[in-house]
């Protein structure tokens, strides 16, 4: 019985994991326009407090529940500042400072990084098999970022802090396993918390130093296209995207969830491909066989293989 609700609670991880990859995937359709025109600061502040808005909504309405009573904070808050804070600040920056290619290929290898540090802290110890799906997915995505040729900037600043978002994204993953006594919900409100205080802080500072406040609060409601990028972000990816990744790492580990990271960048091209009419060649071909193999690879379990702790959503 025991048996049967852990190979359905891993089921279930996968599949929010896969969706959750899905969905950050498509995200590049919606922020595409709007990236262009305000700063980093101005759209990750208006998605978080959006985020936020609507989960206490849901909250203070019984749709989810959030129970802090009696509950330590060290890890949960460690996760909430490695992601979003230091992720973001990390890959916002480091993506100004060097070319696609290169930020492409640099936070590609946040699986290998993930895999490495949960050995170590959490004691997850992969398989061959995982391991040589997660190397495969990463070729995979490496060779998507290097489609269109490869371009150096040759800025340490800019490789410094694309490995500082690298990390980020590492702490992440490790403290969510570790803040178990936290549901999924609750992780990801706590995070909504943490990046509206840090990035609305920002945000009013560049504004407020600009002589644009003003303009900063009013923007969604004069600027629609940014509107739809901040409703997708907050609510696509910010609450169902997180909530979901979150529960996923609980249920079948970090190496495991990290494995479908692929499976993002895949969902980029591909809806860049379907959507916008962008050209498909043969190397991306191959990049997607090599991540659709790698990600099935990376989350095959072998008979007998140890069970890893689960949370409840």
Partial sequence: MGKSIGSKNETLGMIATLVASLLFGFSFLFT?????????CTLLSWRFVTALVVMSILALCGAIKLNFRGKRFGAVLTMAIFQPVIYFIGESVGMRLTTASESGTIIAV???????????????????????????????V??????????????????????VAVMG????????????????????????VVGSVVFTAGAVIEHASAGTLAEYVTLPFHDTQFLIAVLYLALGCQVAAFIMHTYGIAQIGANRSSSFAGITTLTSVLSG?????????????????????????????????????????
């Fill in 32 to 40: 595409k326009g709007a990236v262009d025109r305000v700063s980093a």
């Fill in 110 to 140: 946040i699986p290998i990084f993930v895999l490495i540090f949960s050995a170590v802290f959490l004691k997850e110890r992969p398989t061959r098999l995982q391991v040589m799906g997660i190397v495969l997915s990463i070729a995979g």
């Fill in 142 to 163: 490496i060779c998507i970022a290097l489609v269109k040729g490869f371009s150096a900037s040759l800025n340490p600043l800019g490789y410094a802090m694309l490995f």
């Fill in 169 to 192: 994204d590492v702490g992440y993953a490790i403290a969510a396993r570790r803040a178990d006594e936290f549901s999924s919900f609750e992780k990801t409100y706590l995070m909504a």
């Fill in 273 to 313: 491909v379907l959507i916008l009419g962008d050209a498909f060649s043969l190397l991306q071909g191959i990049a997607t066989a090599l991540i659709l193999i790698g990600t099935t690879m990376a989350n095959t379990m072998p008979k007998g293989a140890v069970e890893i702790r689960r949370e409840n959503v």
